[in-house]
């Protein structure tokens, strides 16, 4: 039972003229001693990672991200009044709130557009502004116990003279507060 080897099989020599030629195959038949196809130095591993997909479409829909910070604006200008009418007093915080809130709706529909951050500063101004009045006409419908609606609307002239007499330098600093808080959160919500 004694099993002879197998004849060493003779190294093929170099191919024509060329000594770096590509040598053929192996002759036993084994897959693995093949080489590598020309130009990629390494076959693809099994789990390798996929190419890195395509980025995203440029958004820029200035219409869409300005009637959504319109919509945020007047929500957030409501929300403001009340929270303002229920504690009669203004809170900071709340502002930061407005501008962010329709800083992020503009930015979030909107895009990149340049525009969309300046127009949603200008939209937080008018927010707070329109959250104010509605904060006085709420504590005058209180104070005089009538309906919001009648002080609001019937008696606009006065809930912006008490609005006036109410002012303070803190009021204005809640408007420039609100406008910084819109812009850049336009611009990071567009990022």
């Known amino acids: 039972m004694s099993q002879s080897a197998p004849s060493p099989q003779p190294q093929p020599g170099p191919v024509g ?11 036993d038949g084994n897959p693995y001693a093949q080489q590598a196809p020309a130009g990629a130095p390494y076959p693809p591993q099994p789990g390798a990672f996929a190419p890195p997909v395509a ?4 958004r820029n829909t ?3 991200g300005l009637v959504a910070a319109v919509v945020a604006a007047v929500a957030a200008a409501a929300l403001y009044g009340v929270v303002i009418g229920a504690t009669k007093h203004e809170i900071g915080y709340a502002a930061v709130g407005v501008g962010f809130v329709i800083g992020l709706a503009a930015g ?6 340049p525009a969309l951050p300046v127009l949603s ?3 937080a ?3 707070v502004y329109i959250g104010q009045l509605v904060g006085e006409a709420m504590i005058g419908a209180k104070a005089l116990h009538v309906g919001f609606s009648e002080v609001f609307f019937q008696h606009f002239s006065v809930v912006q003279e008490a609005w006036k007499q109410d002012a303070d330098p803190l009021t204005f600093l809640f408007f420039a507060i609100a406008a910084f808080a819109a812009f850049s959160g336009a611009k990071k919500a567009a990022a």
């Not at 979030?108 to 557009?113: D, E, L, S, T, Y």
């Open 121 to 123: 500063a200008v939209l």
């Open 17 to 27: 003229p060329n000594p770096y030629a590509q040598q053929p195959g192996p002759a």
């Open 125 to 127: 101004l008018g927010s």
């Open 55 to 58: 980025p995203a479409p440029v």
């Open 108 to 113: 979030k529909v909107g895009g990149r557009n």
């Open 62 to 64: 200035l219409a869409l």
